[in-house]
């Protein structure tokens, strides 16, 4: 079975960078797409972007669009969420979800789709 496990959050100041990644073991994400997640407390959980099975195809949630960058490297069974430009408000637990698809271009970030997910990882943005 898929495991996922993310790594990578930690505190860091307002402005400043993170880079997650979220590497799989137990099958290959050649198949899957892989979307990036995220909860605050009080909050429900929102779908940040996504990376098609191929790589190809992404989508980011107008919160972090040009702030946040997907990436995977299939060769490394690894998909990453660069993220620039924190802010207080990206605060969060951080997941990684995968779904799996016959589709290789494209990805939808519906987190009810999504058939496997890793633990989490805490982000802390705060000066």
């Known amino acids: 079975q898929l495991q996922l496990v993310e790594s990578g959050g930690g505190l860091v100041r307002p402005g400043g960078s993170l880079r997650l990644s979220c590497a799989a073991s137990?099958?290959?994400?050649?198949?899957?797409?892989i979307g990036w997640f995220r909860q605050a407390p009080g909050k429900e959980r929102e779908g940040l972007s996504c990376i098609s099975r191929s790589g190809g195809s992404t989508n980011y949630a107008d919160s972090v669009k040009g702030r946040f960058t997907i990436s995977r490297d299939n060769a490394k069974n690894t998909v990453y969420l660069q993220m620039d430009s924190l802010k207080p408000e990206d605060t969060a637990v951080y997941y990684c979800a995968a779904r799996l698809t016959i589709f290789p271009s494209m990805c939808v970030m519906a987190s009810g789709t999504y058939n496997y997910w890793g633990q989490g990882t805490q982000v802390t943005v705060s000066s």
């Open positions: 137990g099958g290959t994400l050649d198949y899957y797409d």
